[in-house]
């Protein structure tokens, strides 16, 4: 499994909106598996399809410290949420970048499982941070646009500075 190059801020391919999957097949199943080697070995705990520039509404998730429950969630959508939680968030995009952010604290999400079956999961804390924040990025937004465009345009700085270091 090839390890997937990951786009980092202000790449416009982020701002790109991803597409709904029409069938889960081999290909839709090669991609979770690409993206979670991708996650691990950044090392993250969340993935979007359009952060690896497919753009597809596909994330992966896994929260755990042992790699021990990988979550792949298939055009997921929010179908109920509660609360408010500020969590400071990272991104595998953004990297180095840790601010807080709120979103909901409580959501349930509908999604297709990688056998395309439909699921319903209700969920709290890190997770439902975790859900949120990736499926953000299937609409083209990232976790720097909930902050102050002084505080984006410095991060923006910082992220070319680190690029033009790094060539």
Request: aromatic share 4%; glycine share 6%; with cysteine.
């Amino acid at each position: 499994m090839p390890i997937l190059n990951i786009l980092q801020f202000p790449d416009p391919k982020l701002r790109q909106k991803a597409a709904p999957v029409a069938v889960v097949d081999d290909n839709i199943r090669t991609l979770v598996d690409d993206m979670f080697e991708t996650m691990y070995s950044a090392p993250g705990i969340g993935l979007a399809a359009v952060q690896v520039n497919v753009l597809k509404r596909v994330i992966v998730i896994d929260i755990s410290e042992d790699k021990s429950q990988p979550g792949c969630f298939i055009n997921p959508e929010i179908v109920e949420h509660s609360g408010d939680e500020k969590m400071e968030e990272g991104c595998l995009s953004v990297p180095g970048i840790y601010e807080p952010v709120s979103r909901a604290k409580d959501i349930i999400v509908r999604y297709l499982d990688r056998d395309g079956n439909t699921q319903e999961l209700s969920v709290g804390g890190v997770l439902a941070v975790c859900i949120q924040h990736e499926m953000d990025h299937l609409d083209g937004k990232l976790f720097v646009d909930y902050l102050s465009e002084m505080k984006r345009n410095r991060i923006r700085k910082k992220m070319e500075k680190m690029r033009q270091h790094t060539m």
